[in-house]
């Protein structure tokens, strides 16, 4: 079956530890996405990917980091900057440039991050 | 820079009456509107989509929704809820060639049977 996948479901994180939440898809699609989502706020967008070996940051990069060295993965690293991790984190892809931009993304299912 | 407001945090629906979502954009330029669905504990859903043509669209589950460009809105609409949409529905606004899609904080609803 096509789709994305993130792991692990839950994680928890230590003070000053860097976590790394793993995303993959199989749809053949360039573009990917990270988003946080808190009760209240909605998603927010943390960093996007166009193509493979490129990325941009989005509205909440500070604390994060990612790298797209392969088309189907997008890692996302939460690091000890990152001082209020706790949230549910969600991966989605989706077509990219031309006439994609009315197309729609697929999420995968999250990870939640908590601290310890 | 595009944005997306949803008024309504909760809105709790008796089963099988009707229902409306509010969503209202701002944006300096052309936009693609669209309705997403999150199930308790899982990534997102779409529901439906506005690109252009006609500003009544349609989606799965009975859902549509309105584009009404004067008033900068995108409202969704279920003439019967059921028990089984209890969920959260968020709005998302994209502008024409940008990359970043916008989302609303989201409006949960609680069917009560």
């Known amino acids: 079956d096509g789709g994305i996948t993130q792991s692990p479901k839950y994680l928890f994180r230590k003070e000053g530890q860097n976590v790394t939440l793993s995303c993959e898809q199989n749809?053949?699609?360039?573009?990917m996405y990270w988003y946080r989502q808190d009760p209240g706020q909605g998603l927010r967008l943390i960093y996007y990917?166009?193509?493979?070996?490129?990325?941009q940051k989005g509205d909440i990069a500070e604390g994060y980091s990612v790298s797209r060295e392969k088309k189907e993965s997008f890692p996302l690293t939460v690091t000890s900057a990152q001082k209020n991790p706790t949230a549910f984190y969600l991966c989605?892809?989706?077509?990219?440039?031309?006439?994609?931009?009315?197309?729609?993304?697929?999420f995968g299912s999250g990870t939640q991050l908590s601290v310890l | 820079a595009q944005s997306v407001t949803q008024l309504d945090s909760q809105v709790p629906v008796f089963e099988e009456a009707p229902v409306e979502l509010r969503c209202n954009y701002s944006?300096?330029?052309?936009?693609?509107l669209f309705w997403y669905v999150q199930y308790p504990n899982q990534g997102l859903q779409l529901l439906l989509k506005?690109?252009?043509?006609?500003?009544l669209v349609k989606g799965i589950n009975g859902f549509e929704a309105e584009f009404n460009k004067s008033q900068t809105s995108f409202h969704l609409r279920k003439p019967s809820v059921h028990i089984s949409d209890t969920a959260e529905y968020f709005c998302?606004?994209?502008?024409?060639?940008?990359?970043?899609?916008?989302f609303g904080t989201g409006t949960r609803l609680t069917i009560i049977p």
């Open positions: 989605a892809s989706g077509a990219a440039g031309g006439n994609s931009y009315g197309e729609k993304l697929f």
């Open positions: 749809l053949n699609h360039d573009a």
């Open positions: 990917s166009q193509i493979v070996n490129d990325f």
């Open positions: 944006s300096s330029v052309s936009v693609y």
């Open positions: 506005y690109l252009s043509g006609s500003t």
């Open positions: 998302a606004v994209r502008e024409f060639g940008n990359e970043k899609l916008t």
